[in-house]
């Protein structure tokens, strides 16, 4: 059977940080992935101001700056009659990185899969599915596992199997660690329209209306557009049809009248069932879950992927050294959940404010576009612009940030890209 120290599930933000800082660490690691690539579907495309901050400290931030993206300082509300308001102003937040950056995150995958070939403990398998874990007793040893090219299945001990397979992760079901759920308001349906020179929106800008809402995230020359749906409603929508859908678009936002053609089929849009869930324990004896297995994200303020990898930040200064010396126990696990927890808590209830208080008012809510108005809160972030720094802070840094440790950081590197 073959053999590894730390067994990575995932190659997702949270699983490719955690192989590169444990490899940096000396940790022999394996990180399993189930796709040939990272180029997949839309999944999320904000690096915010404190993964940004981690890079740096990686020695990384040269070679993101290679990477194409397009950084954003504001993030605005688009109000009736084309007038905005800004909901957060990202030069405001303390530290070198005052933005978010909007990066593909197949890029930003590559990039970090890259840097971590560099280091002589680290493996990245791809096509590898997990099936199963293996135990001895109640302890998790292992993982089973099919090559999705060739068929073949094995097995994989190790010391300890890190569960970074995502929101639907199968690791943590067949762990059964229990699951809280939230449950949300809305859906979103995730689609693209081409972006001119001349549209004035440089940061995500999002139109809250009666019954509707939806976000426009720039990327190069075309906007992914998220738009929010009552949650349990698609089917009905789509079986509306496409002129319907276009419809409700320009109404939301009319200056999108232009192009909503490119919408050539209800097809085109793809459906995010939102979930907002928390694992009551992150780990049993041998498995540990981080990033969206252990709290699937709502992806209000988008900060999915900066959470995940803010965990992976934390498992990987927590376990490196027990995991060089053959010590984890199911104590030092516990430990990544009670250093994780407090940050998830509250970006999760701040979540869950605005679903109930604000987004699930919106979508269920007859009123007509007109009589919507503008929420107080923006209204006096507009008169007192100091406070736009507040949910600038909450989304781009957020509760308690974590810095690379000192094994992991490395001078500014040239990443030669495969
Ligand atoms: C449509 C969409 C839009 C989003 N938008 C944003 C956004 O704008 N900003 C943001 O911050 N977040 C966003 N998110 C959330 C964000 O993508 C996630 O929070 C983040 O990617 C979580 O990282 P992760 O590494 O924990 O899991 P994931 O990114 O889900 O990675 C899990 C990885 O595990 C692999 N995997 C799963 N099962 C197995 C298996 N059995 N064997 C081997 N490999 C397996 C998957 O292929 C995947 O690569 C969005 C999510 C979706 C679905």
Same mark, same amino acid.
């Given at each position: 059977m073959e053999r590894t120290t730390c067994l990575v599930v995932g190659g997702g933000p949270a699983g490719m940080v955690l192989g590169l800082l444990l490899a940096r660490g000396g940790v022999e690691v394996t990180v399993l992935e189930?796709?040939?690539?990272?180029?997949?579907?839309?999944r999320g495309d904000t690096v915010h101001a404190s993964t940004l901050t981690l890079m740096d400290e990686l020695g990384l931030g040269p070679a993101f700056e290679q990477v194409p993206h397009q950084d954003v300082d504001k993030l605005e509300a688009l109000l009736d009659g084309g007038a905005k308001a800004t909901i957060?102003?990202?030069?405001?937040?303390?530290?070198p990185n005052k933005r978010i950056a909007m990066v593909p995150q197949w890029d930003f995958l590559d990039l970090l899969a890259d840097a971590a070939r560099l280091e002589p403990t680290f493996s990245l398998r791809m096509n590898t599915e997990v099936t199963a874990i293996t135990k001895s007793g109640n302890r998790v040893t292992g993982v089973q596992y099919r090559?999705?090219?060739?068929g073949h299945e094995g097995e994989i001990a190790a010391d300890l199997v890190v569960a970074?397979?995502?929101?639907?992760s199968i690791l943590r079901a067949a762990a059964e660690l229990p699951v809280h759920s939230f449950g949300a308001p809305m859906d979103v349906w995730w689609f693209r329209l081409p972006r001119k020179?001349?549209?004035?929106?440089k940061g995500g800008a999002g139109r809250f209306s009666a019954g509707s809402a939806m976000v426009l995230i720039p990327r190069g020359d075309y906007f992914q557009c998220a738009f929010l749906i009552r949650k349990g409603t698609d089917e009905a929508l789509r079986a509306e049809g496409v002129e319907k859908f276009r419809q409700r678009v320009v109404t939301l936002v009319p200056w999108l009248a232009d192009r909503v053609?490119? =919408?050539?089929?209800?097809?085109d849009c793809k459906l995010l069932d939102v979930k907002l869930d928390r694992l009551r324990?992150?780990?049993v004896d041998g498995l540990l879950c981080i990033g969206d297995a252990a709290h699937a994200m709502s992806?209000?303020?988008?900060?999915g992927i900066n959470l995940a990898v803010q965990d992976a930040v934390a498992a990987a200064t927590l376990l490196a050294k027990p995991l060089r010396e053959g010590g984890v126990t199911s104590a030092t696990l516990a430990k990544v959940r009670g250093r994780r927890l407090f940050p998830t808590l509250v970006i999760q209830t701040v979540q869950r404010v605005i679903h109930r208080l604000f987004l699930g008012r919106k979508l269920n809510s007859t009123e007509t576009v007109s009589r919507t108005g503008v929420p107080l809160p923006l209204r006096i972030a507009q008169k007192l612009?100091?406070?736009?720094a507040v949910p600038a802070y909450v989304v781009? =840094?957020?509760?308690r940030p974590e810095h690379a440790p000192e094994f992991a950081r490395r001078a500014p590197q040239v990443i030669t890209r495969s």
């Open positions: 189930k796709h040939g690539d990272f180029l997949r579907d839309f957060a102003d990202l030069s405001r937040l303390p530290g090559d999705r090219v060739d970074a397979d995502g929101r639907s020179e001349t549209d004035d929106i053609d490119h =919408i050539t089929g209800i097809d324990r992150w780990h992806p209000v303020g988008g900060v612009p100091f406070l736009q781009a =840094i957020g509760p």
